[in-house]
């Protein structure tokens, strides 16, 4: 064989294999992620001004025991009133965990809920798991709302709040018709897929999305296409839903919040907050003014 084919051979080699590393690095990356520690996120939100008096509200720490057993840690902040009986449980975005939904408490404690903050699988204090951004840790939440009225009471008054990865947790859910009242889904997007083959696009990396897709598939046993909540807010029957979304998100783009509210058929506002970056919608406003948004969906009470 000549010496220029067996120099071709090898570079052809060297760029299969540097392809299926690259494939392999960045589905990891989507499906293992390296989630921030609690101490970590609560510096964060501290160093932002969105911890607020959190340190001073009564909690209760416990688990619940997800989608195969799988145990998840969550936290109650004890509203104000101990009597009452709204409730929401609030979900963190991506690599975040329950401290990530601190920020959102004071807005919901103002209201007189009490307020439901936990880790959601492989992060915070769980243990290590594949996740899915929204497929599997939809029907974790199902457990956490089925655990809500065992443990408060059937006649609990029960919402949801989620921020990006969160938003697709809370809104995948609706597809299985769960017993609550309204949700507030701040910067989530349609499909996981979609998402991160804009993302590629937008970072001229297109050509890693069929490795990718075939990594989380074929070696983690995720199929990115089926965290779709532009599929399952189609499914919703009767729960109002408020999107928001930060007008200068660069990460998920405010059309995927527009694009969820057209698939929704029940009542549904979209609210973009200028000068917000991704999941900065809260301290852009603060609490007055993103509790102004919240109250605007008609079952926040």
């Known amino acids: 064989m000549k010496w220029w084919k067996v120099i071709g051979l090898g570079g052809v080699f060297m760029l299969v294999l540097a392809y299926v590393g690259a494939s392999f690095y960045f589905a990891k990356s989507i499906v293992r992620p390296t989630p921030m520690t609690l101490a970590e996120e609560e510096a964060w939100e501290k160093e932002h001004g969105l911890w607020n008096d959190f340190d001073q509200y009564e909690v209760e720490e416990y688990t619940v025991k997800g989608v195969d057993d799988y145990p998840l840690h969550a936290t109650l902040v004890k509203a104000a009133d101990p009597n009452s009986?709204?409730?929401?449980?609030?979900?963190?975005?991506?690599?975040s965990n329950r401290?990530?939904?601190?920020?959102?408490?004071?807005?919901?404690?103002?209201?007189g809920y009490h307020c439901i903050i936990y880790d959601v699988r492989g992060h915070g204090k769980n243990a290590?798991?594949?996740?899915?951004?929204g497929n599997v840790e939809s029907k974790d939440l199902l457990y956490l709302i089925e655990d809500s009225y065992q443990r408060y009471g059937s006649d609990s008054y029960l919402g949801l709040q989620g921020e990006s990865m969160g938003s697709s947790i809370s809104l995948n859910a609706l597809q299985y018709q769960p017993k609550v009242q309204f949700v507030v889904a701040d910067c989530g997007f349609t499909n996981l897929y979609d998402l991160i083959a804009a993302g590629y696009q937008a970072n001229h990396i297109s050509f890693l999305?069929?490795?990718?897709?075939w990594m989380?598939?074929?070696?983690?046993?995720v199929d990115m296409k089926e965290t779709s909540a532009i599929d399952a807010v189609a499914n919703n029957q009767s729960?109002?839903?408020?999107?928001?979304?930060?007008?200068?998100?660069?990460?998920i783009l405010p059309?995927?919040?527009?694009?969820?509210?057209?698939?929704?058929?029940?009542?549904?506002?979209?609210?973009?907050?200028?000068g917000a970056a991704h999941a900065a919608s809260r301290e852009v406003l603060g609490v007055a003014g993103y509790q102004a948004l919240v109250q605007q969906n008609p079952n926040v009470k």
């Open 128 to 133: 290590p798991a594949t996740v899915t951004l």
């Open 255 to 274: 059309e995927n919040s527009q694009q969820l509210a057209e698939k929704n058929p029940t009542l549904d506002t979209v609210k973009l907050v200028e």
């Open 216 to 221: 989380t598939k074929h070696i983690y046993g």
């Open 99 to 111: 401290n990530g939904a601190v920020k959102y408490v004071e807005v919901y404690r103002n209201l």
């Open 239 to 251: 729960i109002p839903i408020t999107f928001i979304h930060g007008a200068d998100d660069r990460f």
């Open 85 to 95: 009986k709204k409730y929401v449980i609030i979900t963190h975005g991506f690599r």
């Open 209 to 213: 999305m069929p490795g990718v897709s």
